[in-house]
């Protein structure tokens, strides 16, 4: 049973810790992400899990409870936009972590430009300048439901909900970085073809 005030582990840890296109594949989530450790990997990865066991578990069954259970686990997760009005039980198996990030708090502040990166958007967030619907929310891995998306705003009393806040991401710089990030997707699309070009040679 455990210690009653020992908090249950709520994730499970890799099979085996040394997978190289995991450790990757978890490197490139981090950083896209701005997560702490890769404790936030795992326990989004074992929600994930649990929805998709039980996806599968209804998916088989046809009682009447089952139905029941099939609409409440897509109403719960439409609810979150991670499913969509027509969406069968089927389709949840097609979710990926993604899915479940882009949920979060964190990327979502960042993604409504009130932060210039994921990271700053984790500060923001710990620091109390965020709030939701007039509520101070300090976790960065809160999940937003499609009702409170809308609602997300600076704290009225923190210095950055100030207009000329030094913080504040403008127009024009969105627009710089947004060609700056074509502009190096370009330069990767040049180098491939310049490397395909080299291997037709080599292989002549």
Not at 16 to 43: A, F, I, S
Request: aromatic share 6%.
């Amino acid at each position: 049973m455990g210690h009653p005030k020992k908090a249950k582990k709520k994730y499970q840890t890799p099979s085996h810790p040394w997978q190289k296109d995991r450790l990757e594949e978890e490197k490139v989530l981090t950083k896209e992400y701005g997560l702490k450790n890769k404790k936030e990997l795992w326990k989004t990865d074992s929600n994930l899990r649990k929805v998709k066991r039980q996806a599968k578990k209804l998916i088989a069954a046809t009682t009447e409870q089952a139905q029941k259970e099939k609409q409440q686990l897509l109403s719960r997760l439409f609810k979150y936009g991670l499913a969509k009005k027509d969406s069968k039980v089927e389709d949840l198996l097609e979710l990926t972590p993604k899915d479940f990030f882009g949920r979060r708090l964190q990327t979502l502040v960042f993604k409504k430009n009130l932060a210039r990166s994921t990271t700053q958007a984790r500060q923001f967030i710990t620091h109390g300048h965020i709030f939701i619907n007039n509520k101070k929310i300090t976790v960065p891995s809160y999940f937003v439901s499609i009702d409170e998306e809308n609602k997300i705003s600076y704290n009225p009393t923190s210095s950055l909900s100030k207009e000329g806040h030094p913080e504040h991401v403008t127009k024009k710089e969105l627009k710089k970085e947004e060609k700056e990030v074509l502009d190096k997707k370009k330069k990767k699309e040049v180098k491939k073809e310049k490397r395909k070009e080299v291997k037709k040679e080599v292989k002549k």
